[in-house]
DNA sequence: CTGGATCCTCAACGATACTG
DNA sequence: CAGTATCGTTGAGGATCCAG
C-alpha cells in the first residue's frame, strides 16, 4: 500500500515510484491498447500473481492513473481504462519500448507474444504515423495466434487489437517479423523464404514493410553468456 | 544475479526488466548527465543501499549499458559511463521524467534535489532546445546548494553539472522554480516576491522563464488522502 | 464465471558493518 | 575509494479459496 519513494524532488524519481513497480510497466502497456477486464490483463500478462495485479491495480487507480469502471448498464463486469493523465505516459511508453525492441533479436526460450505486445510495436514501429494522404489500407497482421490490425488512412497510421474488418492483406509471420522491421530482411526475401506468408494483395506488403521500422540497436551484449 | 524475466517477446518487457528494477532508473539518470565515480552515485542517490548499487552496476555492465573503467593513468579511481547503448535510453528516460514531472507540484516532506535531478529537468524543460541561433548566454541555475548550467548558444539549449564559468546570469531559487517551469508563475512575479533572486543581467530572465516549460498535468490526484 | 482476498514461501531489497 | 558480508524486512510468486 505504502509506495516506495525516493525521496528526491524529481520527475523522473516520481514516475519511477510508479513505473518501477514490477509489472506495472506491462499492465500500462495493455491498458494503453484499451480498456480491459481484470480477466484480460490476467490473460495478458501470463505468470502476473493475481495478488499483484490487484494491488497494482489499486495503487495505479489511487495514483490517479487507472479508472475502475464498475459494471452499468450493458456491461456487467468490472472495466479498466487509463485516465487522461495515464494515458499521457503513451510517448514515455513508446520511448521504452523502441529502445527495449532495438536490443531485441530472437526470442528467448518460452517467450511468448501477446495481442498488446503485437499493437503496442505497431505503434512503435510506425514511428510518427505519418504516410501519404491518398493511402488507405488495412492489414491484418498475425503473429502465432495473435490477430492485430493495422490501418493506413488519412494520413497516419493506427494500430490496434483484433482483425482488420475488411482486410486488403493479411499478413501472418512469426518472430522473424523483428528482421523485417529491423530493416535485415526486405520485403521480397521474407516472401520469397516463407517468412511471411500472405492473403490478399501482396502489392501491398512492400508498404508495410517501408513504413513500419524499429532498428537493432548496435553493440547488442551477447545474452547471458553464463 | 538472474534477473527478472516477463516471459514476452516485447520491447517494452525487455526494457522493464532492467529499468522496472528498484534504483536503475535514476542511476541511469545520474549516468546520463555525465560519468561518475562510484562515490558520486552514492552521494547523488540519498538512500540507496551500496550492496543494491553493486548489484545494479553489476546488472547494467553485463546488459552492455554501463560501462566500467578501471582506473588508468592520471585517473586512480573507477568510473562509471554509459555506453553508445546506455545512452540511447536518454529520450526514454527524458520522457519518463517530463511525465513524472507534469505530477509534481510542491516537494513532499523531506524531498531533496541534486545536480542529475536539476539537469535532467533542465534538459526535459528545455525540450527541443531550439532557440535563436543569434543567442549566445550562459545561465548558472542554482536550487538549494545544488549549482548547475544552461547554456544557449548556436540555436541550441545545453544544460549540464556545475555552475557556467562566465555566467551572463545566476538564477537562484527554491521548489518554487517549478511553478515558473510550469508557466503558473510569470517572470515578472517570480522576481517580485523573491521567489528566484538574480545575478547578472537580469533582463535575461525572461528568455529563460520563456524558453523552458514543462506544464502542469491536469487532474492530478490528491497526495495520500489517507 | 468474474473479481478478487488470503496464506505461505522465498527471493529481492534495505541497513549497517566491515574489508582489500 | 570501492566495494563485500551479514542479517533483518519487504514484497513478489504461487496456490487456493471466497463473494457477487
Redesign the interface.
Known amino acids: 500500500m505504502t509506495n ?13 515510484e ?9 499492465i500500462l ?1 495493455d491498458l494503453n491498447v484499451g480498456r480491459r477486464r481484470y480477466s484480460d490483463l490476467v490473460a495478458g500478462l ?2 502476473i500473481p493475481t495478488n499483484t495485479l490487484a494491488s497494482r491495480l489499486k495503487e495505479l487507480e ?3 492513473i487507472v479508472a475502475r469502471l464498475a459494471p452499468s448498464g450493458t456491461e456487467r463486469a468490472v472495466v479498466y481504462e487509463l ?3 495515464g494515458a ?2 503513451g ?14 533479436r530472437t ?2 526460450e ?5 495481442t498488446a ?1 503485437i499493437t ?2 505497431l505503434r ?1 514501429a510506425a514511428g510518427d504515423g505519418v504516410v501519404p494522404a491518398e493511402w488507405d489500407v488495412a492489414y491484418t497482421v498475425r503473429v502465432g495466434d495473435v490477430e492485430t490490425h493495422l490501418i493506413m488512412r488519412d494520413g497516419t497510421i493506427t494500430a490496434g487489437p483484433g482483425p482488420a474488418e475488411n482486410p486488403d492483406l493479411v499478413i501472418a509471420a512469426g ?1 522473424q517479423i ?1 528482421d523485417l522491421l529491423a530493416g535485415e530482411l526486405d520485403a521480397h526475401t521474407a516472401i520469397s523464404t516463407g517468412a511471411v506468408q500472405l492473403e490478399g494483395d501482396a502489392s501491398l506488403f512492400e508498404r508495410f514493410a517501408d513504413s513500419l521500422h ?1 532498428p537493432y ?5 551477447a545474452e547471458a553468456p553464463a
Chains 1, 2 share one sequence.
Open positions: 516506495q519513494h525516493y525521496g528526491q524532488f524529481c520527475g523522473l524519481a516520481r514516475a519511477a510508479i513505473v518501477g513497480q514490477r509489472w506495472t510497466l506491462l502497456r501470463p505468470g489511487e495514483a490517479g485516465t487522461p493523465r499521457e505516459l510517448p514515455a511508453l513508446d520511448a521504452l519500448g523502441r529502445w527495449g525492441a532495438g536490443g531485441m526470442p528467448r518460452g517467450e511468448i507474444v501477446t505486445s503496442a510495436a512503435v518472430p523483428r524499429v540497436s548496435p553493440n547488442v551484449p
